[in-house]
DNA sequence: TGTAATTAAATTGTTCGCAATTAAATTACA
DNA sequence: TGTAATTTAATTGCGAACAATTTAATTACA
């Protein structure tokens, strides 16, 4: 009768499968409010690193969003096609491919500063629950 | 002086990022063990459910993950390939698709089953934080 | 200095993830 | 009964994610 052995192969006995469907919804929660200003989830906290930093290399932006080139490139030039940003190389070492916002890029700003108070309701957390969260997260992320 | 209007704007005041940051991550642990059973971290997930349940249809498997048919299809006939599920349509309803573990998917729970002790050490969280995770986690799955 | 090692970004190829549409089967109900 | 509405999967198209490889630039150091 050790059919329990199995018991730890269960869904609900798993800690990444409600983190990798949560993560998922709250995305989808954000869409109707992206789709608005015209940016992916993943374009957003782009352009998120980019209203705060206005300029650095994709790998700094990799480093802030834990994404690698592969994921970048192509989101990169999407952007720059949109016109919020410009891709330039560094003059200093032509590796880096320097991304800096554009005037369009930080006008664009003014139109998502309401998108995360809009989300807030989104999830039913009360405040201490939101902290607590946030925190449990990060202390796995930065662990690896 | 309102530049804080901004400050939501900010990475590290959000909440869905590092949720969608810590899922990517500790998916990303899976798969050393996963090539070894050459699964998907999806393709996982959808065997725990087969492991479990032996057969359901397209619909019921989806709302045991949270994806729908445009995920699930492609990936069922994956899982068909290898030879651990078989398909076919339902006598009583041939809308639905009826999925249903092989001997051979069977034989593969074997391999898996340790891989969630092996994973466990993944995150560095206390017993107590981890159900704490869990619990915050479901209760915005929950209510979305 | 010249070659080897390292670094940064881009590219390639595969698998999701999902919105929107399509096709087929079933159900509702006028 | 016959048509409309609904339901279920599959398909289409696009944008991530990511491993692995490639290309080009820079750095290390023999």
Chains 1, 2 share one sequence.
Do not use: H
Not at 7 to 23: D, H, R, T
Not at 45 to 73: F, H, P, Q, R
Not at 98 to 125: F, H, R, W, Y
Request: charged share 30%.
């Amino acid at each position: 009768m050790d059919e329990n052995r199995y018991e730890v192969l269960k869904l609900k006995n798993q800690l990444c499968f409600p983190l990798y469907a949560c993560s998922r919804e709250v995305v989808k929660r954000y869409k109707p409010f992206l789709d608005k200003i015209d940016l992916t989830y993943t374009q957003y906290i782009a352009m998120m690193v980019l209203w705060e930093k206005k300029s650095l290399n994709v790998k700094e932006l990799g480093e802030c969003l834990y994404l690698d080139s592969g994921t970048l490139s192509p989101l990169i030039k999407k952007l720059e096609v949109k016109g919020l940003i410009t891709r330039k190389r560094s003059d200093k070492d032509e590796r880096n491919l320097i991304v800096e916002i554009t005037s369009e890029g930080e006008k664009l700003k003014e139109q998502a500063v309401d998108i995360p108070m809009q989300i807030a309701g989104c999830t039913n957390l009360s405040e201490e629950e939101a902290m607590l969260l946030y925190s449990l997260l990060y202390k796995i992320i930065g662990r690896i």
